[in-house]
């Protein structure tokens, strides 16, 4: 037996006790689950990143950790949800008052539009890994902000073992994330991982609806050790005028997988995707991106700059379709990668594919080392070898990180890469010796 | 007699492909000297500049360099800076993702450190920053700009003289800094090189234009063909060579 194996699903789904209205669409996924199996590398989507360690990874529920602790100092006036092994442990406003017109519930106490909302934009992209989070999903967490208002999200994920690790296998944490933003509201969603050692599968799924002129935006920072599994899926529907900005730092991990969809269904939605993918040691760090232009009068632009060190393996797949309806509309995508080892790998592959015939595409992928030039100017005006690539190997990152939303979130996100890059620089200069 | 800031004795240097640029090339530099070097294209002017920074692909062959008394070839390229040699250059490098704050901070520590001195205060990094922007006229928003990105010909130049006076090289070497300059900056970019100007500190001038002597008034003025330096005078060489051009010597080498 396997641990992804359907008969294992099985047994977890067993243990599943959610909202009654929420089982049939469980069953659904569990059944959809059966039907396509784990994929494997023999699927376009996967063919780069293999989940075979998790067919041998032996998975269990968390023991969740009701005191879960809270990290987020600074950030300002924000809504502030604590989630452990996947799940919600608690959420209040910090910094401030609490903002009328924003809600949080979970499946039981999920209102008719929010049961309704559940699983729409994802299914319009159904796949194995969906199926499985959607059957799996012990709990949902549904957010809806009214029209007309502002507020900041902070969603810490934790991985708290309430007794310490056993040897009965390690937790699965699925998280499943349902956002709804009114009319004109405006949502500024940082996600990030609290630093913990526990090895963890996690399946994470949000999906969210961009009402007319609504705007989200989705700041996500991800730090894994090289015991830790995340499969994540971002799912956002854009109404006309909706904006949709997302900035994706995810770093390490043993499977570190990242699907991004973005549909633009209104007139004069607009979408960035910027971010970095930070791969060192044995980590695989993947993002698929596919960005689907349905109707015309849209704009998306992508940077995902990909930095890959020692036996890191980095995927970024970005896909553009532009529908038959989809005129005057343009796009432009842009992965820019730095080697900084012989046995570090990227696989890069931007796929257009365009049924109009008015709209504008541009699209670059570069795979390249250190600029020589810049190394050399900087150590002629005194600044040391070690230093020079250090500070060189950082600007790499640094030059993306002008997108992200907000200098304190830069900051901070600045300081996670920063350090992680320190490191890599610090372990080649020891080999080096 | 102290020992001079730059001596260069009989230096020969190649290039790439072993095309031999620099062909017993003699020059010393004392301290509170201004040298200007002209000479047409193809002279080796900034092959000079290169070779003494330590660039990778310009090697010397033969002949010595000593910067205060010390073998420059005997030091890395972040040793000689730290040893006071600055070459502002012909054409400064964009780098992307470092703020030009944060760069001349790293250079201005690396300087410190290396001569055992503890960093220098944020408070005051930042007012020397000031006060040297003041005085090239850059504007604020210079300090937090990526080095050089998006800087216009002028701006890089003013960029390398700001370094230069933050960093306060003894021996400078300001490779065609005039280069691609109008009027105004040409006369901002020679205020701040002139800032330097002491007893303690030496500097080369390398230029094609004697507009530049202008503003910045060299000690001696030598004419750098096929490698050599073939004539040395004073400044009115340079008045001489802006109205006969290099022919006269080309013709000789």
């Not at chain 1, 349905?294 to 009068?297: A, K, P, R």
């Given at each position: 037996m396997t641990s992804f194996d359907t008969d294992h699903v099985q047994s977890l789904a067993a243990d599943v006790d959610t909202a009654a209205w929420l089982k049939p669409a469980q069953e659904a996924a569990l059944a959809a689950f059966a039907d396509l199996e784990l994929p494997h590398t023999k699927l376009e989507a996967w063919r780069k990143t293999s989940l075979r360690p998790l067919t041998t990874t032996k998975v269990r529920w968390p023991r969740r950790d009701a005191s879960a602790p809270a990290v987020a100092k600074e950030l300002g006036h924000h809504l502030r949800l604590i989630v452990d092994g996947g799940q919600v442990m608690h959420h209040e406003f910090v910094g401030g008052d609490v903002v009328d017109g924003v809600t949080v519930r979970n499946a039981a106490d999920a209102s008719a539009d929010e049961q309704a909302a559940f699983g729409k934009v994802v299914a319009r992209r159904g796949n194995a890994m969906n199926a499985l989070n959607t059957s799996l999903a012990s709990e949902v967490c549904f957010i809806s902000v009214d029209d007309d208002v502002n507020v900041r999200i902070v969603v810490q994920h934790v991985h708290e073992e309430a007794g310490g690790d056993g040897d009965e296998g390690i937790p699965l944490a699925v998280h499943r994330l349902v956002l709804a933003v009114g009319e004109n509201a405006n949502v500024d969603l940082i996600e990030e991982d609290v630093d913990d050692a526990h090895p963890f599968v996690a399946s994470r799924l949000f999906e969210a609806q961009l009402q007319k002129g609504a705007q989200l935006t989705h700041s996500l920072e991800c730090e894994l050790k090289d015991n830790q599994d995340v499969l994540r899926e971002i799912h956002v529907a854009l109404d006309e005028s909706a904006q949709f900005h997302s900035f994706a730092l995810p770093i390490g991990g043993r499977i570190h997988r990242t699907d991004l969809n973005v549909h633009l269904d209104g007139h004069h939605a607009e979408t960035t995707s910027y971010g970095a993918i930070v791969a060192d040691q044995k980590n695989l760090v993947d993002i698929h991106s596919l960005i689907h232009h349905?109707?015309?009068?849209c704009t998306s632009q992508q940077e995902i700059r990909g930095i890959l060190a020692e036996e890191g393996h980095g995927v970024f797949n970005g896909h553009v379709i532009f529908e038959k309806d989809a005129q005057k509309s343009d796009t432009a995508q842009k992965n820019p990668n730095l080697l900084l080892s012989r046995d570090a790998i990227i696989d890069t592959q931007p796929v257009l594919e365009i049924y109009a015939d008015d709209v504008t595409a541009s699209h670059g992928s570069t795979v390249g080392q250190l600029d020589a030039d810049a190394y050399f100017y900087l150590r002629s005006r005194g600044i040391d070898e070690d230093e020079a690539y250090r500070m060189l190997v950082r600007a790499f990152v640094h030059d993306v990180m002008h997108q992200t939303r907000g200098d304190d979130v830069h900051d901070r996100f600045a300081a996670v890469v920063d350090a992680r890059l320190d490191a890599i620089v610090a372990r080649s200069e020891e080999t080096e010796g | 007699m102290s020992t001079p800031l730059l001596e260069i004795k009989d230096l020969h240097a190649v290039v790439g492909d072993n095309k031999e640029i620099l062909k017993g090339l003699n020059l010393t530099v004392n301290r509170g000297e201004v040298h200007a070097i002209m000479g047409p294209n193809g002279a080796g002017k900034s092959t000079l500049g290169n070779v003494l920074s330590g660039r990778e692909g310009y090697e010397r062959t033969s002949g010595t360099v000593l910067l205060d008394g010390k073998d420059v070839f005997e030091m890395d390229i972040d040793e000689r800076a730290n040893e006071g040699l600055f070459l502002a250059f012909q054409y400064p490098v964009e780098i992307p993702g470092v703020g030009n704050h944060y760069f001349l901070k790293a250079a201005l520590n690396a300087k410190r450190k290396y001569h055992g001195e503890d960093e220098l205060a944020a408070g005051a990094f930042l007012k020397l920053m000031k006060e040297k922007m003041a005085l090239l006229e850059m504007d604020a928003r210079y300090k937090s700009r990526d080095v050089n990105v998006g800087f216009s010909g002028g701006e890089k130049k003013r960029n390398e003289i700001l370094q230069m006076t933050m960093l306060n090289p003894k021996m400078a070497l300001l490779d065609e800094t005039d280069s691609g300059l109008d009027i105004d900056a040409l006369r901002i970019v020679s205020k701040g090189v002139n800032s330097m100007r002491d007893k303690d500190h030496g500097m080369i001038v390398v230029t094609h234009y004697q507009r530049l002597l202008d503003h910045i008034q060299p000690d001696f003025v030598h004419v750098l063909v096929d490698g050599k330096i073939v004539k040395s005078g004073d400044k009115s060489l340079a008045l001489e060579l802006e109205e006969k051009g290099y022919a006269e010597y080309e013709a000789a080498a």
């Open positions: 349905h109707v015309g009068l | -």
